[in-house]
């Protein structure tokens, strides 16, 4: 397994515009979580798979982005009507979610999203 | 609510110098603790970790305790090098809820020659 991949890495869109990103996690990981992260900042949470049951939502998430997890593998996030504050990085992590709880979260390598 | 707040950097140092960041945490019962790295073009590693108090997480030279009486967890190196040049998250994660991850701003180190 080679770690959690997101695709794409890099994405420029018009404002207004829709995005989708894409996230596979490690393969035998049920927890599965959105983040974002803009220069200068550390990541902030967005929403959080437990298999393909969305448990948590930040109050970041607006009613523009929506993220599913159909089969409790892979993930997306989809924004919709882009806005020029989106412009981040987005990053997926994923772990065992195991008992207890507090597993190692390993993260993907983001996708950079600049709106124009 | 539960955050984090680590010191601004950037730190910059000359090899083999100590090496302290500070982070202090505010949370509800009883959380884990982690640092974080980030290398220049790669995606966040787990450093180390401790998650309870007292604990001490180490790894790669790198140690930090976790302080609950003064809800601190510094991260520190007895001689750093050129290719520990990073920048360095301190994250919590509430026992009680899930492994969603609360981090610190993120601290530059660079380490010159």
């Known amino acids: 397994d080679t770690g959690v991949s997101q695709d794409p890495r890099h994405k420029i869109t018009k404002r207004g515009q829709n995005v989708t990103f894409r996230c596979d996690p490690i393969?035998?990981?049920?927890?599965l979580y959105w983040y974002r992260q803009t220069l200068g900042q550390g990541p902030e949470f967005l929403t959080y798979?437990?298999?393909?049951?969305?448990?948590?939502k930040s109050r970041l998430l607006s009613d523009r982005f929506s993220a599913e997890r159909p089969k409790g593998s892979f993930s997306t996030l989809e924004i919709q009507r882009t806005e020029q504050g989106d412009s981040a990085m987005y990053l997926c992590?994923?772990?065992?979610?195991?008992?207890?709880?507090?597993?190692?979260?390993?993260f993907g390598q983001g996708t950079r999203l600049t709106v124009v | 609510g539960n955050s984090v707040t680590q010191m601004e950097g950037p730190v910059t140092l000359s090899e083999e110098a100590f090496l302290t960041i500070n982070c202090t945490y505010t949370?509800?019962?009883?959380?884990?603790l982690f640092w974080y790295v980030q290398y220049p073009g790669e995606g966040l590693q787990l450093l180390l970790k401790?998650?309870?108090?007292?604990d001490k997480g180490s790894n790669k030279g790198f140690e930090a305790t976790y302080r609950k009486e003064t809800t601190s967890f510094h991260l520190e190196k007895g001689s750093v090098q050129v290719s520990d040049s990073a920048v360095y998250f301190c994250?919590?994660?509430?026992?009680?809820?899930?492994?969603?991850?609360?981090f610190g701003t993120g601290t530059r180190l660079q380490v010159f020659p």
């Open positions: 949370a509800t019962g009883y959380p884990s």
């Open positions: 393969s035998e990981h049920n927890r």
């Open positions: 401790a998650t309870k108090a007292d």
């Open positions: 994250a919590l994660s509430a026992t009680y809820n899930t492994d969603k991850l609360i």
């Open positions: 992590a994923s772990s065992l979610g195991r008992d207890p709880p507090n597993t190692e979260a390993f």
């Open positions: 798979f437990q298999n393909e049951a969305q448990l948590e």
